[in-house]
């Protein structure tokens, strides 16, 4: 899916294991605001050299989007940066009960990546477990913001 100058909301939905071999293998998203609320997003993990093109295997986020996620899971992500997520460019990103299990990142965010993004705030029963990403930042890496990067109210268990 891919949606620019939108105002989307994915409500209830399932995401099973879709494909790509470039960018990401469910929502690629611009200029819009997008709410996804009690969905749930798989992946089987796959060969690590199919991964090399893909950003933020559930989620790629790349410029002036407010996204708001609410009681949604990410499992068994695997993308060169963000294992789940991918966010860049003067976006805003909040998280309410979400959780993320099993993502993988061959590089950077095993869970999710930010860069340059204008607020994200993790708040209220968040949840990251087994993420792990190859070079740093198992969880999160954040990179190039001097912005907001808010927790409050997570648990982290990492092997």
């Not at 790629?60 to 060169?80: H, K, P, R």
């Not at 999160?140 to 109210?153: A, G, P, Q, W």
Request: charged share 15%; no cysteine; hydrophobic share 40%.
């Amino acid at each position: 899916m891919q949606f620019m100058d939108a105002r989307v909301l994915i409500h209830k939905s399932t995401f099973d294991y879709n494909h790509a071999t470039l960018k990401t293998k469910n929502i690629f998203v611009g200029f819009s605001d997008i709410y996804i609320i009690g969905s749930q997003f798989r992946n089987k993990l796959t060969q690590e050299s199919q991964a090399s093109a893909i950003y933020g295997t559930f989620i790629f986020v790349i410029l002036d989007v407010n996204i708001y996620i609410q009681s949604t899971s990410f499992m068994g992500g695997l993308a060169y940066q963000g294992g789940a997520i991918y966010v860049t460019g003067t976006s805003k990103v909040m998280m309410n009960k979400t959780e993320f299990y099993n993502n993988k990142a061959l590089l950077q965010g095993g869970a999710v990546f930010g860069s340059g993004f204008s607020d994200m705030s993790i708040v209220g029963s968040n949840i990251f477990r087994n993420n792990i990403a190859l070079d740093t930042g198992d969880d999160f890496y954040v990179v190039n913001t001097e912005k907001r990067f808010l927790i409050k109210d997570a648990n982290f268990w990492s092997p």
